[in-house]
């Protein structure tokens, strides 16, 4: 399997743009997750979703973020508008109920900065 | 609200020397503890998952530990290397009724061995 799959990998854009960050979680995962990792406050959960509901969106920090996942094999990450403090490396993983661990997996990030 | 911490913040070793990590965590109600390693602009890899009902997991050099009474875990590194260089992170799966919970990551123990 190729793992999660994110892009862009990078991702540099003006304030007040739209930015859309993309996931693709390994074949058959039935749980899928989104975090922004910044160097002050580390890993944050924003949401995740079960069989493409979407469970706990706590972490979404404000309206300007918002989470689709369409179908099973892919989900987005909307900031709109984006501002200079949501400059991070925003990971999508994936995990499998059916293993009873929950072991997640990370795709390799997308690295956003809003100037 | 649980809390995950992590010490050191850094940590440099010479190779070949044996090392522990820390972790401790605020709320001894959790599901299971993961230990991730991440290599710098890189996502995190899995190293070991402990699950709430045992006290150790191993995997080559690594032995992670927990001991949930006392809200503790330690990864240690047997014979470092200089590939062993990167950040690792701890993180908590929490118990909440009716979905399998978050993961509530530490800021990380970035580790350097020096050949």
């Known amino acids: 399997d190729a793992g999660v799959i994110q892009s862009p990998r990078h991702e540099v854009t003006e304030m007040g743009q739209e930015v859309t960050l993309r996931c693709k979680p390994i074949s058959g995962h039935d749980y899928l997750f989104w975090y922004r990792q910044t160097m002050m406050r580390g890993l944050e959960l924003l949401i995740y979703f079960n069989n493409n509901v979407p469970i706990d969106d706590s972490g979404m920090p404000e309206d300007r973020f918002s989470a689709k996942m369409p179908n099973a094999s892919f989900s987005t990450l909307k900031i709109q508008p984006s501002e200079p403090r949501d400059s991070a490396v925003y990971f999508c993983?994936?995990?499998?109920?059916?293993?009873?661990?929950?072991?997640?997996?990370f795709g390799p990030g997308t690295r956003l900065t809003v100037t | 609200k649980q809390e995950v911490t992590q010490i050191p913040a850094a940590l440099s070793v010479p190779e070949g020397e044996n090392l522990v990590l820390n972790c401790s965590f605020t709320?001894?109600?959790?599901?299971?503890l993961q230990w991730f390693r991440q290599d710098p602009g890189k996502g995190l890899t899995s190293l070991l998952l402990?699950?709430?009902?045992?006290r150790e997991q191993t995997s080559g050099r690594l032995n992670a530990s927990l001991d949930k009474s006392s809200g503790r875990s330690t990864l240690y590194i047997a014979a470092s290397q200089p590939g062993d260089s990167a950040t690792y992170l701890c993180?908590?799966?929490?118990?909440?009724?009716?979905?399998?919970?978050?993961?509530?990551f530490g800021k990380g123990t970035k580790l350097s061995v020096k050949p």
């Open positions: 709320d001894s109600a959790i599901y299971n």
């Open positions: 993983a994936s995990s499998l109920r059916g293993t009873g661990a929950y072991e997640q997996y």
């Open positions: 993180a908590v799966r929490t118990r909440s009724g009716g979905s399998q919970g978050n993961l509530i």
């Open positions: 402990i699950q709430s009902s045992q």
